[in-house]
């Protein structure tokens, strides 16, 4: 991480907008009136604390401020606490929802049950003899290729009535969802974005996704590209398609749905969650993983979950 500049912001009073370059992601601090607020979703403990070491003798108050922080009692955590102090408070996503700061909002964890009993045994097999590397990237591929994933992917956006968002992770598979719900389905919008998207189209994009009249909006991205730093508000649903191994992104992915808007007052924004279990004999990694996100996300920040299984 290197700072790439340092600029005044349009504010009445002493605000300078810090931009800092993590490889291709840039995330924002702000410094004003003394105070520096960090907002770094994705630095390191080492990051943050260089950052911060810097503002000594400028800034009178340091206030650290984040979604995704470290877990307690990890040295992550104290070497943050070291430059900021200790945590003041938490908040949890719920407590958030009851006082109306965000929208309500409910996870229904689709679990798609594809009975394929020698695949699950293979790859639980590869796991159990150390090659767990190899059998993430089987079950990976095997959703990817799945005919009847992909449609009852297609059939689950066919049923949305408002602007709605789908994220991905493989580059592959994202554009073959969006060329297959272009090709299949009627009275929608659909527009994309990935790492190679140029900024003046994303702007361009995000834009129409605020538009609330005629056809539903549904944008296929990247996680990479629309977990953090996008804010789109009138999104009513959203579909994680693949798993992801980072709790952050996971967790700043479900935060662009909580934006308020009035098509969501009275109402939740839904957020489905796509987990895959081969077969209900075998624990296996996707299986595994999506478990970590309910008992680590879901519980903990008291959203409202429901587990479907859901036979493909």
């Known amino acids: 991480m290197k700072i790439k500049s340092i600029k005044k912001i349009e504010y009445n009073d002493d605000v300078c907008n810090l931009r800092i370059k993590d490889g291709n992601d840039i995330s924002n601090n702000y410094y004003a009136n003394n105070i520096c607020v960090s907002n770094c979703h994705k630095a390191k403990a080492v990051q943050i604390t260089t950052i911060m070491k810097r ?64 695949f699950a045994q293979s790859v639980y097999t590869i796991k159990k003899h150390g090659g767990g590397k190899r059998a993430y990237q089987l079950e990976s ?17 066919n049923k949305f009535k408002h602007n709605s968002l789908v994220l991905f992770h493989n580059i592959a598979y994202g554009t073959e969802l969006y060329d297959y719900f272009r ?29 609330t009249t005629g056809n539903p909006n549904i944008l296929v991205a990247s996680y990479g590209t629309l977990s953090t730093g996008v804010s789109i508000k009138a999104l009513k649903n959203m579909v994680m398609t693949q798993p992801f191994r980072s709790d952050s992104l996971v967790r700043q992915s ?33 299986y595994n993983q999506y478990i970590s996100r309910k008992n ?17």
């Open 141 to 157: 591929e095997f959703i990817q290729k799945s005919e009847k994933r992909k449609l009852f992917i297609s059939k689950l956006v």
């Open 296 to 312: 680590g996300i879901y519980k903990k920040q008291g959203f409202e979950h429901q587990e479907i299984k859901i036979v493909i």
């Open 55 to 118: 503002t000594y003798g400028y800034t009178d108050y340091r206030i650290g401020m984040s979604g995704t922080f470290p877990e307690k009692g990890t040295s992550e955590l104290m070497a943050i606490e070291s430059v900021t102090g200790p945590v003041v408070k938490k908040v949890s996503a719920s407590a958030l929802m009851a006082k109306g700061l965000i929208s309500n909002a409910k996870i229904k964890c689709l679990l798609l049950q594809h009975e394929e009993l020698e």
């Open 183 to 211: 090709s299949n389905l009627i009275d929608m919008n659909f527009y994309y974005i990935d790492g190679s998207t140029p900024a003046k189209k994303r702007q361009y994009i995000i834009k129409q996704m605020e538009v």
């Open 254 to 286: 479900i935060g662009r749905m909580l934006r308020l808007h009035e098509n969501k007052e009275g109402e939740h924004a839904v957020i489905f969650d796509l987990a895959d279990q081969f077969h209900s004999s075998y624990k296996t990694i996707l």
